[in-house]
């Protein structure tokens, strides 16, 4: 599909200038990345050199002032190379845009110019070894001495928790009421552990995090006591998901680029592959859905920036759609590639593996299926009603 069609001639030159830097730095080294499990300093100090750590934050505190379809296609594009980078921007855009929303003006002129030249590289600390997607369970504890709090307890699975400088930390205030703080990585009782062997996001620095009597300022606190996850959890989130959507998207370009030209080019039983019914319908499937995700993906991110009220819900069912739809076609790309799709060394087993985590991250996709099936059902009966009340049909009581 040409996404350029459906965007601003502003925003094709960006999409344009965001494809050609993955072309030349990421792509060619994403599978070493992928083997070394992780990603070079030098790149990440490359990206922030580039301004991409700063791309949604406003011009005022040196970010690049991007709208949501921007950030979007620039995910797209970096999630075709590298879907462990794309984690980098997900989750440093989610804290710094968290910031932007709840934090005070005096933790605004501080921050966001950090964040925005990546001078500090920030990661969100949610997800605990007990608390995944239900959040209520998390166990992690601030409590209050004076102008400090004391944070204890252990976060794991965190997404690029290795590599940043500052961590959102999401708790609860002396075990009730839920806040998030800023914690610097080289606070006095933070242990940090880099998480290796994964099946997916290998080079995405991920993290298990234990906290034993950490100092944070009350002043790092983002927000007021109870809205860590009544407020800034759910907004933080919102972005993750329209990053995991297009990253997803381009998790799926990659893999329809890549075996179109194997099915053009390889030849079996005295046809190119293409020219089997069975992989001319897993083509089919593949840039049917890759159209589908495109749209809902462009329409998530629209909806978003004119702050329309159905944005999370699209924005959700972008997520939903393009996540699964990686797995099946990454599956397939594997089916189609053969034994070079099994290799560690080729970008498809790559594409393989990372497509499973996508379906779990920000909110797995069986939560997805829970929220959007109420609203959907809840959205039948209205319109139902509706149609009924117009002709005059009686309701049941």
């Known amino acids: 599909m040409n996404v350029k069609r459906h965007l601003t001639l502003s925003q094709q030159k960006s999409y344009q200038q965001f494809l050609d830097f993955v072309d030349e730095y990421v792509e060619p080294y994403a599978n070493d990345w992928d083997i070394r499990q992780e990603i070079p300093r030098d790149m990440i100090r490359l990206c922030a050199e580039q301004g ?27 999630g075709r190379g590298s879907i462990s980078l794309s984690g980098l921007f997900n989750v440093h855009t989610m804290v710094a ?16 110019p950090l964040l925005a030249s990546g001078e500090q590289v920030a990661a969100l600390a949610l997800t605990e070894p007990g608390a995944g997607s239900d959040l209520k369970m998390i166990q992690t504890e601030y409590r209050r ?15 690029f ?20 703080c800023l914690v610097p990585k080289d606070s006095r009782g933070l242990t940090i552990t880099h998480i290796r062997d994964m099946l997916g996001f290998k080079a995405s620095y991920l993290a298990k995090l234990e906290f034993d009597n950490v100092e944070v300022p009350v002043a790092n ?21 329209i990053s995991i959507a297009f990253a997803s998207l381009g998790l799926l370009r990659a893999c329809l680029e890549t075996c179109g030209v194997h099915v053009m080019e390889r030849q079996s039983f005295g046809a190119h592959l293409i020219e089997h ?19 809902l993906g462009l329409q998530a991110c629209k909806a978003k920036d004119e702050h329309r009220a159905d944005a999370t819900e699209k924005i959700m069912i972008a997520k939903y759609f393009a996540s699964r739809a990686g797995v099946r076609h990454s599956s397939n790309a594997v089916q189609i590639m053969g034994a070079l799709g099994c ?36 959205k039948a009966k209205r319109t139902r009603q509706a149609a009924q009340k117009k002709k005059g049909v009686q309701q049941p009581v």
Do not use: C
């Open 145 to 159: 001495r004076g102008d400090r709090f004391l944070l204890n307890g252990v976060k794991k699975w965190i997404t």
């Open 277 to 295: 019914g069975m992989i001319s319908h897993m083509i089919t499937d593949m840039g049917v859905d890759l159209e589908a995700a495109t749209l």
């Open 52 to 78: 991409y750590l700063g791309g949604t934050l406003p011009r005022e505190f040196h970010g690049k002032g991007w709208d949501y379809v921007t950030y979007g296609i620039f995910t797209e594009a970096v």
């Open 161 to 180: 928790g290795a590599a940043a400088d500052v961590l959102l930390v999401f708790g609860r205030l002396d075990g009730e009421q839920p806040i998030a």
């Open 343 to 378: 290799n560690d060394n080729h970008s498809v087993s790559r594409y393989y593996r990372d497509s499973k985590t996508m379906e779990i991250v920000e909110g797995s996709n069986q939560i997805h299926q829970l929220l959007l099936g109420k609203d959907f059902a809840k």
């Open 97 to 112: 845009e968290t910031v932007l929303k709840w934090g005070t003006e005096e933790q605004k002129s501080h921050w966001l």
């Open 221 to 241: 606190m983002i927000g007021r006591s109870g809205f860590g996850l009544s407020l800034l959890a759910p907004y933080a989130l919102e972005f993750g998901r």
